[in-house]
């Protein structure tokens, strides 16, 4: 059966949107990446090289552009830029739309998919949440620590045919993947994990997910912002069981020494998704009547380190 997006376009080609562009690509898709700081080293190995348990995986050869115009028209749009890049998209993406296009963003936190909605239509937008330890290793080389999966939605909307096929299309490509209903939902069910484990990965010097897990102190308070993004969600008639909560501290151990995204930005002295992760589900919960007063404390610890150049590794 022929691929529902057979022309795809990458738009942010770093761990996680080179990951699924590969995987797409190795499984039949004609994939395009959009590459900056890659690209002259990708051209040069003519490949993008995926490590995992499994082994080695290269994708050869690598259909990469340096501009958006280069790549062209495509019937799918997968955009993995940090959120911190939003003012780019428009010239990034306009290129690439044809009046069929959809978008996927796979991008963290709350506020992505209205800001995408605003700029290219509701009517393009699914939105993906990727529940994947994957960290960029060097120029087109990226390490997948666990393959967990992705979630799918439509922005505002119930399910369509192509969520489904999209979905489909990703099982694929090897990248287990699952539609939900709500998107709004889901994201706030990723926000369990993101909001402590991102966050307190830098607030406490930098500290891997493992050692986050095997650190009573710092379990408890992993555990106790957990809860309270559960009662936020809930004040927004979303659900989220106390075994889902706990269902964290079993997966999370098995990723390893595992440096979340937003830490491996901090390092590099790159800005951090502060607003959208942390900022914006407090503005929310605050205006549905709901008090975080841990969450609030660790947004202003990350507030504060975030607006300076990260501690020289010893």
């Given at each position: 059966?022929?691929?529902y997006f ?98 996927l963003t ?104 493992d050692r ?103």
């Open positions: 059966m022929a691929a057979p022309r795809i376009g990458i738009v942010g080609s770093g761990a996680v949107g080179g990951y699924f562009g590969a995987r797409l690509a190795l499984g039949g898709a004609d994939v395009r990446f959009l590459m900056r700081g890659d690209l002259g080293a990708v051209r040069t190995r003519g490949s993008l090289v995926i490590r995992d348990q499994a082994g080695t995986t290269e994708l050869r050869p690598v259909a990469a552009f340096g501009t958006a115009a280069e790549v062209g028209a495509v019937d799918l749009v997968v955009i993995a830029l940090k959120t911190t890049s939003g003012g780019d998209l428009p010239d990034l993406v306009e290129p690439l739309l044809e009046p069929g296009t959809a978008l796979l991008q963290n936190g709350l506020g992505a998919d209205e800001y995408l909605s605003g700029l290219f239509g509701a009517q393009r937008v699914i939105g993906g949440l990727v529940f994947m330890a994957l960290t960029r290793t060097g120029p087109g080389e990226l390490r997948c620590f666990h393959p967990g999966s992705v979630s799918i939605g439509e922005f505002g909307r119930q399910p369509a045919e192509r969520t489904r096929s999209l979905a489909g299309q990703l099982e694929a490509a090897g990248i287990r993947a699952h539609v939900v209903d709500d998107l709004l939902e889901a994201r706030w069910r990723k926000l369990v994990w993101n909001v402590p484990f991102n966050g307190l990965a830098i607030a406490e010097g930098g500290v891997s997910t986050i897990c095997a650190d009573p102190r710092l379990a408890d308070e992993a555990h106790a912002l957990m809860r309270e993004v559960q009662r936020a969600a809930a004040a927004f008639g979303f659900r989220i069981s106390d075994s889902f909560l706990d269902r964290q501290f079993d997966v999370t151990p098995a990723m390893g020494p595992y440096h979340p995204s937003s830490l491996v930005d901090y390092l590099a002295g790159r800005e951090v998704e502060v607003e959208p992760i942390w900022g914006e589900p407090l503005r929310r919960a605050h205006a549905a009547g709901v008090e975080m007063p841990r969450l609030a404390s660790l947004y202003g610890r990350l507030q504060a380190l975030c607006s300076k150049p990260p501690p020289r590794a010893p």
